[in-house]
């Protein structure tokens, strides 16, 4: 599998964006597909999560009420919406797919890695 972001830039606070992660090499709707983001200096985290096969989503309690997780199943893409980006949204955000089976809440809770992760884009939260 594989996995490719787009949509990130330069928003100012308050603003949106939307992310879209295009997935392949996957035969059925079985698997999960993350999103994770790195700010400078920090750790890695998870932001959310939703299963192909039936929309179920997990979206991690920092971010709820602000950003909302969609999929696309036809064309193996998921969107992030973000809604009033604030400063420390500001980060690399990688989307990420597995199929072993976890739910999302134990990837984007960090229990559990995925395996297949794309390059990374950059979402820059600045007045």
């Known amino acids: 599998g594989a996995a490719v972001e787009s949509g990130g830039g330069l928003v100012q606070p308050g603003g949106s964006l939307n992310l879209s992660c295009e997935v392949s090499?996957?035969?059925?709707?079985?698997?999960?597909i993350g999103w994770f983001r790195q700010a400078p200096g920090k750790e890695r985290e998870g932001v959310s999560c939703?299963?192909?096969?039936?929309?179920?989503?997990y979206v991690k309690e920092s971010v709820k009420g602000r950003f909302t997780i969609s999929r696309d199943s036809a064309k193996k893409t998921v969107h992030l919406q973000m809604n009033n980006l604030k400063l420390e949204d500001t980060a690399v955000y990688y989307c990420?797919?597995?199929?072993?089976?976890?739910?999302?809440?134990?990837?984007?809770?960090?229990?559990?890695?995925?395996?297949?992760w794309g390059k990374g884009t950059l979402v820059t939260v600045s007045s």
């Open positions: 090499g996957f035969s059925s709707d079985y698997y999960r």
């Open positions: 939703i299963f192909m096969y039936d929309r179920v989503a």
């Open positions: 990420a797919a597995d199929a072993v089976g976890y739910v999302c809440a134990d990837y984007i809770e960090g229990y559990y890695d995925m395996d297949y």
